[in-house]
C-alpha cells in the first residue's frame, strides 16, 4: 500500500528532491528492484489483447515471466544492471494490512460473480485486476527465471523495500526501485518509481533525493517516520480525517506522535479520534530499526545466461517462442559482457575553484621577485 499522500506532500514541499528520468538517462547504475511489486504490476498489466493474463497451453499464469523477462532485458540493453529483491516473512503488525486485503479480494470475487452473466467485459476484467495476489508458486518461478538470465536476487529476511535501501546505504547499487513511498523511511540516497514499466506506459521515471526531500520537508529521520505513520501506511491504520496537509501541520507543530495524541486528546474541539489500541509505536519500531541483512555481507555477481536452461524452461516448459527467448539471451549476453559501462560522472572529481589563491600566490612571488631586484 505505501504511504498515502506522500508522493504528493513532496511535490509541494521539496520540488527539488524529485527528478524525472528516461530509462536511459540511468545508464551505468545498478538498482535494487523491489520484486514482489514488480510481479503483481505484471499479473495486472502484462495481459493478451481481449485483456485476460498470458497462459500456457496448460493454463498455467505466465503473465510474470513475460514481465520479467522482457522488462528487464529492456533494464540491460541500457546499461542497467538490476537486481531482484523478494520479500521474507511479513512482520507480524502486517497481519492486519494482509486480512483487509484479502477481504477485499473476497469482496471483488462476490462481485465478480453476481456480474459474470450479464456484466460487460470491463466490468469482469477491472474485479479480475482486484483478484490479483503474487503466488509462491510465482515467485518461485520468477526467481529460477532470473538465476537463468544470470540476474542476482536477494532474499530479504523480511520487507523487500528496506532490504532494497540497505543496499543503496552500502553502496552496492545506486537506488532502490519501488512504488511504495514508505521505502523512503529506509533512507536509500535514491528512490525510483515507474523503473519497471515507465517505458510502456510512456511516463518518465520519478527519481526521489532522499537528503534533499528531507531538507525540504525540514524533518529529521523520527519526525519523517512518524509523518508517515500518521498518513498511513502497511503496519496501522491512520486517524480518520488526516490527511497530508494536517498531517504534516501537526507533526510540525507538535514533533511526534506522542504529542499528537495528547494534543487530541486534549483539545475539546478536535474533530480527530484516535485508533483504540493504536500500534504507532511498534510501527515506527520496524521504519526505524527494520530487519535486514546488512550490505556489506551481501555479493552481488550479474552473470552470462544459461541459454539451454532458458529454453528447457521458458520454450518446452512455459511455451514461450523459442526464438524470442533465444533473441532475448543474445541481448543479455552483450549487455551484461564485460560489465555495464561506466558513467561519466564515475571518472571525475570535483575541483575546488583556487583561482582567488592562485592570484594571490602570483602577486607575492612577483612582489618577491621586485625585492630581489
Known amino acids: ?88 516473512k511479513p512482520p ?92 523512503l523511511c529506509y533512507d536509500p540516497p535514491y528512490m525510483l518509481r515507474h523503473l519497471t514499466f515507465a517505458e510502456a506506459r510512456k511516463i518518465p521515471i520519478d527519481q526521489i533525493a532522499h537528503k534533499e526531500a528531507m531538507e525540504g520537508l525540514d524533518l529529521t529521520k523520527a519526525e519523517f517516520v512518524d509523518l508517515c505513520i500518521l498518513l498511513g501506511c502497511d503496519y496501522c491504520e491512520t486517524i480518520k480525517g488526516v ?39 511498534e510501527a515506527r519500531k520496524l521504519f526505524m530499526d527494520p530487519d535486514i541483512t546488512p550490505g556489506e555481507k551481501i555479493k552481488l555477481t550479474w552473470k552470462e545466461p544459461d541459454v539451454n536452461g532458458l529454453i528447457e524452461f521458458m520454450v518446452k516448459q512455459k511455451g514461450f517462442s523459442e526464438e524470442r527467448i533465444t533473441n532475448g539471451a543474445d541481448k543479455l549476453k552483450k549487455g551484461l559482457k564485460g560489465g555495464v559501462q561506466g558513467r561519466l560522472d564515475g571518472f571525475f572529481t570535483v575541483v575546488k575553484n583556487d583561482t582567488p589563491k592562485r592570484k594571490a600566490d602570483d602577486k607575492k612571488e612577483k612582489s618577491n621577485k621586485r625585492k630581489k631586484k
Open 243 to 281: 490527511g497530508p496537509v494536517t498531517a504534516y501541520k501537526l507533526i510540525k507543530e507538535h514533533g511526534n506522535l506522542e504529542n499528537i495524541i495528547k494534543f487530541i486528546k486534549e483539545s475539546p474541539k478536535s474533530k480527530f479520534i484516535v485508533p483504540e489500541n493504536w500500534p504507532f509505536n
Open 1 to 88: 500500500m505505501g504511504v498515502k499522500g506522500l508522493n504528493q506532500l513532496l511535490k509541494d514541499k521539496s520540488p527539488n528532491a524529485i527528478k524525472e528520468f528516461q530509462l536511459k538517462n540511468l545508464f551505468g547504475r545498478k538498482v535494487a528492484i523491489d520484486a514482489s511489486m514488480c510481479l503483481y504490476q505484471f499479473l495486472i498489466s502484462v495481459r493478451q489483447s481481449d485483456g485476460q493474463q498470458l497462459t500456457n497451453e496448460e493454463g498455467e499464469t505466465t503473465s510474470h515471466l513475460s514481465g520479467i523477462f522482457y522488462r528487464t532485458i529492456k533494464l540491460v540493453e541500457n546499461n542497467i544492471k538490476p537486481v531482484y529483491v523478494f520479500d521474507g
Open 92 to 183: 507480524v503488525l502486517k497481519g492486519g494490512e494482509l486480512e483487509k486485503r484479502y477481504l477485499k479480494r473476497e469482496k471483488a470475487e462476490k462481485d465478480r460473480e453476481a456480474i459474470k452473466d450479464d456484466g460487460s467485459v470491463a466490468d469482469i476484467l477491472k474485479f479480475d485486476k482486484r483478484l490479483v495476489k503474487v503466488s509462491q508458486d510465482q515467485n518461485d518461478e520468477a526467481k529460477k527465471l532470473l538465476e537463468l538470465m544470470g540476474i542476482p536476487i536477494v532474499d530479504a529476511p523480511c520487507e523487500a523495500e528496506a532490504q532494497c535501501a540497505e543496499l543503496a546505504r552500502a553502496g552496492k547499487v545506486y537506488a532502490a526501485a519501488s512504488e511504495d513511498m514508505d521505502t
